[in-house]
């Protein structure tokens, strides 16, 4: 046995592998994982921090208050009316955007041949990735007019005659840039994030469920409803929240399309405003530490805490499927 | 067939001729349905189409060698004999911004994909911080803009362009953390063990074997987050401000290409609203360049 071992090195001549790269590195990555939360956490105190004046001074009336007078000595400001921009312009966004992109997701995931999935796929990934001021150009030089003269005065005016409903289609704004302008820009530019969201998820659902769905005579429509939609029914929700949380935070496209007037709108033909068109289009101009910028801060605080919950709810819905 | 046959023949006459409209209307809802997607498909086609062809139509017009070499001139308009102005400020000033956006955002975004890939799992602290992480990447970026501003431009005493590039690179950190982890995970596990087994520490399983291995994904997601901040207006409106001269100082506001054309376009007189539409073209070009080779690269991979 003796003459055996002493053939091995002795153990405690081998060298041992340091362990000091391994915690340095270790570190490293949760010291960077940790930035992350920090980074987090300051933008939401950073923002407080500039909008306590403006609450201080508004109390918690600012957030429905909807005069908005950044004139020096008669300064009084209220989030109301871009936060009821904000929301609706979302929320118009979501309604015209859901059923083209459950089309395209569909159309997507059953109806195209193999090869044509891919390049229309990216086609519809690559309008995710033109730059929001690209829409707000395109919005403001092509989309206004065509809203303008074939949207608002030709059927626009029809509905305004309408009873109970026809409010919402009367306006004495002929410009064009109005709620319904910026609606149509967002919902272009949330579409792509619902579609690929949708068609994701599609593709997970098992393909024996539909096979066997297919097997009993069902058409692809009964199909959908049937065993595609209640398969991926949180997820869905969770993909449009995701886009609705894109649409509230979007602002230069927004800001050149809406009209920029601190006016709620109670017809889709009015303009508006939204809180980062507001915070676009006043902040630059405004004096460091005045009560108009400490109210833009206060303004955008709320945005972030309604985009927050927003893509926090969106985030935990996708958190089975897209793990 | 022939089970269908059998069963519509026991059925009365009446109730086979409605078995019938039910199949009719089945089959009629099933191509109206496919009807409405093929639409929905070529809507958004459509738009794609109208914003690339707008851009190439009316981008050209203005699109010479003077947009591309010239600074910022005042409108000519009804004067022609004042000299025509260019991007050459913006296209410098975004060119600056964006790449040290990058080179700042992209370790940072790398290690925390790194640590939710390898070391993270299925901890507390993982899960926050991957939440977080998919938070950031859709947060309104105008806000990002807001944050610079008081914590940067606010204590240096003015807009500069190193503001600019800090707010892009907070852009650049969750696309990174996303792209690194998805392909850190795809990693098969035994390639880990493999390395480990050898006798190499963690750290060097992670450095030498597994980025290398996920490198052409990696690179796609910096290539990505490149693209996205090039085009970002709304935080460089609050943190570098735009600057009508050529200007290299970080310390003084920058001028970028997506600021320049938001300023032009809203300007009101026509020879700068074609001028912005060359810009919009280069950005536009060079955002889907950008995003259409950083597919090729990760095609290549699958």
């Not at chain 1, 309408?162 to 530019?189: D, H, K, Q, R």
């Not at chain 1, 619902?194 to 009993?216: C, H, N, W």
């Not at chain 2, 102005?85 to 410098?92: E, F, K, N, P, Y």
């Not at chain 2, 052409?216 to 735009?242: D, H, K």
Request: glycine content about 8%; aromatic content about 10%; overall charge positive.
């Amino acid at each position: 046995m003796s003459a055996s071992t002493s053939t091995f090195p002795p153990v405690g001549r081998r060298r041992r592998i340091s362990d000091t790269g391994d915690r340095i590195f270790a570190a490293l990555c949760t010291a960077a994982g940790g930035f992350v939360l920090v980074l987090l956490g300051a933008i939401i105190v950073t923002l407080f921090i500039g909008a306590l004046p403006a609450f201080e001074r508004f109390g918690v009336a600012f957030i429905w208050g909807t005069t908005w007078n950044p004139v020096e000595g008669r300064e009084e400001f209220g989030a109301g009316v871009s936060i009821v921009g904000t929301l609706v312009s979302s929320l118009l966004a979501i309604i015209f955007a859901v059923p083209i992109a459950f089309g395209i997701a569909f159309f997507l995931t059953e109806l195209a041949p193999g090869w044509l999935k891919r390049p229309i796929g990216t086609a519809i990934e690559l309008l995710a990735a033109v730059p929001s001021i690209i829409y707000g150009m395109w919005g403001l030089f092509v989309l206004v007019p065509f809203v303008q003269k074939n949207i608002q005065l030709a059927l626009g005016e029809q509905l305004a005659a309408l009873p109970l409903v026809g409010f919402l289609f009367e306006s004495t704004n002929f410009a064009g840039t109005s709620l319904f302008s910026a609606s149509l820009v967002l919902a272009i530019m949330i579409l792509p994030f619902i579609a690929a969201t949708m068609r994701d998820v599609f593709d997970q659902v098992p393909a024996v469920y539909k096979e066997s769905a297919y097997g009993l005579g069902a058409t692809r429509w009964e199909v959908m409803t049937g065993v595609v939609i209640p398969y991926t029914r949180v997820s869905v929700v969770g993909g449009i929240m995701l886009g609705l949380g894109r649409a509230l935070g979007e602002t230069m496209a927004v800001t050149f399309v809406i009209g920029n007037a601190n006016r709620i709108a109670t017809s889709l033909f009015d303009s508006t405003t939204t809180i980062a068109s507001v915070i676009a289009m006043e902040f630059p101009e405004s004096l460091a530490g005045s009560l108009q910028q400490s109210a833009l801060f206060a303004i955008g605080f709320l945005l972030f805490v309604i985009s927050f919950a927003v893509l926090a709810i969106s985030r935990w819905l996708l958190r089975p499927r897209l793990k | 067939m022939s089970a269908v046959i059998s069963i519509s023949s026991v059925l009365s006459p009446e109730e086979a001729a409605m078995k019938r409209r039910l199949g009719r209307r089945r089959r009629l809802i099933d191509n109206l349905v496919r009807a409405f997607c093929l639409l929905a498909t070529g809507v958004g086609l459509f738009f794609l189409a109208s914003i690339m062809l707008t851009l190439l139509w009316r981008g050209i017009v203005a699109l010479d060698w003077t947009v591309l070499t010239a600074e910022f001139q005042p409108t000519r308009y009804g004067d022609d004999s004042l000299p025509k102005g260019g991007l050459a400020h913006a296209i410098v000033g975004s060119l600056i911004q964006t790449f040290i956006a990058t080179a700042i955002g992209t370790p940072i975004g790398l290690l925390v994909g790194t640590y939710l890939a390898e070391y993270a799992r299925d901890s507390k602290f993982g899960l926050a911080v991957r939440f977080i992480s998919d938070i950031l990447l859709s947060a309104p970026s105008v806000l990002i803009g807001l944050f610079i501003y008081q914590v940067v431009v606010l204590p240096t005493g003015g807009f500069s362009g190193m503001a600019g590039a800090l707010a892009l690179a907070i852009i650049v950190i969750p696309v990174v953390v996303r792209t690194t982890e998805d392909m850190l995970q795809l990693i098969p596990n035994t390639l880990r063990e493999a390395v480990v087994a050898l006798g190499a520490p963690k750290w060097k399983m992670i450095t030498l074997v597994a980025w290398r291995a996920a490198l052409s994904g990696i690179l796609t997601g910096v290539l990505l987050a490149f693209a996205r901040i090039m085009g970002e207006t709304a935080p460089l409106l609050l943190t570098s401000f735009g600057n009508n001269v050529l200007s290299t100082d970080l310390t003084r506001a920058m001028a970028s290409l997506p600021v320049s054309i938001y300023q032009q376009a809203n300007s009101g007189f026509p020879d700068l609203i074609e001028i912005a539409w060359s810009g919009a073209l280069l950005v536009t070009l060079g955002v889907l360049i950008i995003n259409i080779i950083a597919r090729v690269l990760l095609r290549k991979r699958h």
